[in-house]
């Protein structure tokens, strides 16, 4: 790798004045100066490429940033946090990184295009702005997350205009890889990996002549039995190496389909080595006990396997550099040559030159971050409300139980109060009934969907249908049936959200009516209702839902008094 990198740079920071011969000359923020200009210079480095920059267009750029970065503070730190806490995003700290040095590599580049500002860089900063807002008031971080890189692109519009962001687009865009995955889309994405990787897992065991039987994500090697769970799906592998793919393919001097093929078969790679973990992990545990498949050899090989997805990558750029016409040697055709550049500030300082779209766009980051902060620390209104604590558990024909969740579960819900009771009824089959209530969901506080939560704990859903709920005494409303199952067993799910004391099943509409009545009621509380029974063997789904629905007839009349209206 050192090899590949040529780290040849040398700067020189030079303040014009009239004197000079050399560079008194006006120029445009872009100019870049004949060759005998250049040498006159800096005689000793004949090839230093010289790029001229009005001061307070580098002022303005810097404040932009700073700007950026206070107005998006809660969203980057729940970044980091993300970054820390989720093994899938721990690459998330190495690629802003990366983004620097590949920015530094292509700042030559961008003082020989003759590129100006482009007023593009205002409608693309409006519409990253508003997304930012609406991430805001709505805590959607993703939204947030992705209008910063928005605000970065505008910025380089704003500079250096279209043909200076083909070149920063890359750098850029590759920020995209350390945002994580919407939950909705990665619950999709690990599901499907959890079943591709057991499947595959189990053929390896079975070269192994080791007698195996697979039961959906379940492995029985008859002593053990092995579990795939979310963190074993390959999305660990996945999403870093796809990332690195576009980072290798990015360095990588070639044709363009080789630069695709590159990127794209980093997810057979991710999928093949993540399912020869797990039949390795059953061999071990098979021979060597269950502790294998836990502690800190379980996260070595983790580790080990990752490491050589990324040695195949090298072996695959390798192997690409012997075919077609344009055949040289891989030390010439991957790594960054870094040429040597001079800056010069200029003077005297010339308002005219300095970028229109630029201070349109300072202006507009330092008008959202105002808004956001009038907006946000307005005093919230919190709406009286009786506990849980004192939610009945007799109800009509149904007794309950009142349980507790976990200390690690309460700290990653992070809501305000909640209910958690297990009734049961003449049929003597419990029904769990669980209401979660946030009294602010400002700053991303809110509720879980089941069909992110239910899948990473082993349950598939096997059927999920948005139907409507009419139970006497209350309004016909919408909400959200899945029937799940896990091995043998199956259990049938309701859940819909309360926001405002409008129940909704729809996940996006709850953001929208979320980011409304944040402005307009000055309100973000709201609940989760779920609704969970067993579907015994020898019974219908016709009566689990019967079940349900009588258990509902007593506690919806009950809620309005601790979900407020």
């Not at 303040?15 to 200009?37: C, G, L, Y």
């Not at 850029?172 to 890889?177: D, E, N, V």
């Not at 999928?271 to 502690?295: C, H, P, W």
């Not at 001079?342 to 970028?355: E, G, H, T």
Request: hydrophobic share 50%.
């Amino acid at each position: 790798m050192a090899g590949c990198l040529k780290p040849a740079w040398k700067i020189k920071l030079l303040i014009k004045n009239k004197m000079s011969d050399s560079i008194a000359r006006p120029h445009s923020q872009t100019d870049v100066p004949d060759k005998q200009s250049a040498s006159a210079i800096n005689t000793d480095q004949p090839q230093q490429i010289l790029w001229k920059i009005n001061p307070l267009t580098v002022a303005l750029l810097c404040l932009a940033v700073l700007l950026a970065i206070w107005a998006y503070a809660d969203g980057l730190l729940n970044l980091v946090a993300r970054w820390e806490a989720e093994e899938e995003y721990n690459h998330g700290y190495f690629l802003p990184l990366m983004t620097l040095i590949f920015l530094w590599q292509v700042a030559p580049k961008l003082a020989r295009e003759n590129s100006q500002p482009s007023w593009a860089a205002v409608l693309l900063a409006a519409i990253a702005l508003l997304m930012f807002v609406i991430g805001e008031l709505s805590a959607i971080y993703l939204l947030i997350h992705y209008s910063f890189i928005m605000v970065l692109l505008a910025l380089s519009l704003a500079v250096v205009g279209w043909k200076g962001t083909r070149l920063t687009l890359v750098p850029i865009g590759l920020l995209i890889f350390a945002v994580p995955i919407p939950y909705f889309l990665e619950s999709a994405i690990t599901s499907k990996l959890q079943l591709i990787s057991s499947k595959l897992g189990v053929d390896i065991i079975r070269l192994c002549k080791i007698p195996v039987f697979r039961e959906g994500n379940l492995i029985d090697l008859g002593t053990y039995k092995l579990e795939v769970v979310e963190a074993c799906s390959g999305l660990t592998y996945l999403y870093p190496l796809l990332g690195f793919g576009v980072i290798c393919a990015y360095m990588y001097k070639a044709e363009f389909w080789k630069k695709l093929l590159l990127v794209l078969s980093t997810i057979p790679i991710a999928i093949l080595l993540n399912s020869f973990r797990i039949g390795m992990i059953g061999f071990l545990v098979k021979y060597f006990g269950d502790e294998q498949a836990t502690g800190f050899l379980h996260a070595f090989e983790g580790f080990a396997v990752f490491m050589v997805c990324v040695a195949i990558l090298f072996v695959e750029m390798w192997l690409l550099t012997f075919v077609g016409q344009n055949r040289r040697p891989f030390g010439e055709v991957f790594g960054l040559n870094f040429e040597p550049v001079q800056i010069a500030l200029k003077s005297p300082i010339n308002m005219a030159q300095v970028s229109k779209p630029l201070i349109v766009t300072v202006l507009m980051i330092a008008s959202s971050l105002a808004l956001i902060s009038v907006i946000g620390n307005r005093q919230e209104i919190k709406p009286d409300r009786e506990y849980f604590a004192s939610f009945p558990t007799e109800i009509a024909d149904w007794r309950g139980q009142q349980s507790t969740l976990e200390s690690g579960v309460l700290e990653t819900l992070d809501l305000s109060d909640y209910v958690l009771i297990d009734f049961t009824g003449k049929d003597a089959i419990p029904v769990n009934f669980y209401v979660a209530y946030y009294a602010s969901q400002r700053k991303g506080s809110s509720p879980h969907s089941p069909t992110v939560c239910l899948p990473g704990s082993g349950w598939q859903i096997l059927d999920f249908k948005r139907q409507i709920l009419s139970v006497p005494g209350n309004p016909p409303f919408e909400y959200n049936r899945a029937l799940i199952g896990k091995g043998n067993d199956r259990q049938l799910v309701y859940y819909w959200f309360l926001e405002r004391g409008k129940p909704m099943a729809d996940e996006y509409q709850v953001k929208w009516q979320l980011f409304k009545d944040a402005i307009f009621k000055n309100r973000t509380d709201g609940a989760l209702v779920r609704v969970i029974t067993p579907v015994a063997s020898n019974e219908s789904i016709d009566k689990a839902d019967q079940r349900i629905q009588d258990l509902l007839k007593g506690t919806l009349p009950l809620l309005p008094a601790y979900i407020p209206l």
